[in-house]
Every structure is written in C-alpha cells, then in structure tokens.
C-alpha cells in the first residue's frame, strides 16, 4: 500500500453519485477523459489540486515523519454502501476521529474505494484506492476537505482483514446500504 495525502481544492465536495464519470482507462469516462466529459471539469486535464494527479518523481517530496499531519483515529461503527460506481464507509461526524493538518482538525467523515485508482504516481494507476475524505468544521478554513489516499497493489491475503472476512463475507448489493462491525484498526493505522 502506498499513502498519498491530498488536500482538497475549496471547490471539492463529497459526491454521492458519479455515474457521469468511471475509473477505467478504455471507457472513454476514465480519468484520463475526465476534463473533457463537462466544461465545469475542465481543471482535470491538468492535474494539479483537481483528479487525477499523476505524481512524478520530479514534483513529489518525501518528507520522513512529518510533524504537520497528525492521526488520531478511534474505534467506530459505520455503513457501508454500494454506491454501484464504488464501495464506501460512512462515519458519524466526528466519531471515528481526525488528522490534523498544520493546525487545523479534519474529521473522518468517509472512505470510499475506487478500482482502478484514480492517481497514479510516474504514470502508473494501482489496482485499487482507497479515499479517507476528513471535513473541517471550521468555516474559517479555506480547504475544509482533506483526503487522504492510499493506492493498492493486489497480492497474498492480509491477515487482519482475513480474519474477520467471514463475518463480514455478506456482498452489498448495488445501491444498497447496511451497517458492519468495525473493529480497532489504531494500532495498525498508526503504526
């Protein structure tokens, strides 16, 4: 898994339904055509602050244990939901917990997961990515949306997931919602 940390543009809201658009490169709707699907999308061609971004190695800095984000994530309950174009988790505000950037506290508020990814990084998209979409509270906060992605590349089982894969083994149907146990992923997040 590769993190990416994504600091939404002040115009990003969280969509519910985004049958306009998919994930799949030879659709003609992926992300490489998404700047020209609707005018109001056409900050997508370029990349920068708007999806997809491509991540080179020219204009990625690595910054080691980096002070200006903080996790602080709790234990919750959460609804999954089949939104048909994606899979998402959906929190009570503020009860899942927070990061906090340079100051200012996000919320968790929903994670949804895309397949294939959306970024990429050197001109490659992952098998899957997952999106932790925090909301500030504060209308004093010009980005009141922060994202947090993590790319996926398919390989061998993961043990923690594994062993609560039975319990949680019933599909959600398309548009379909129903509510999960979730259990302390702290110590694995965190880590």
Known sequence: MTPLYIH?????????DEREFDYLNASGMGPQHWGDLKKEWAACKNGEI??????????VKIIQKSRELERNYKPA????????????????????????????????????????????INGRRYDMELHLVHV????????????????????????????????????VQPLNTREIRLYDTQENINN
């Not at 993590?150 to 949680?168: C, D, R, T």
């Open 8 to 16: 939404a543009h002040p115009y990003t809201r969280l969509q519910e």
């Open 50 to 59: 708007q999806s997809p971004i491509d991540m080179s190695n020219q204009r």
């Open 77 to 120: 309950n959460a609804t999954v939901k089949n939104r048909g174009h994606d899979i998402s988790l959906q929190w009570v505000f503020r009860e899942a917990g927070s990061i906090n950037i340079n100051g200012t506290e996000y919320f968790l508020q929903q994670g949804h997961w895309h397949s294939p990814s959306e970024h990429s």
């Open 136 to 171: 500030s509270p504060d209308s004093n906060v010009k980005n009141n949306i922060a994202v947090i992605g993590v790319l996926y590349k398919i390989g061998h089982a993961e043990p923690f997931l594994s062993q609560y894969a039975e319990e949680n083994a019933r599909p």
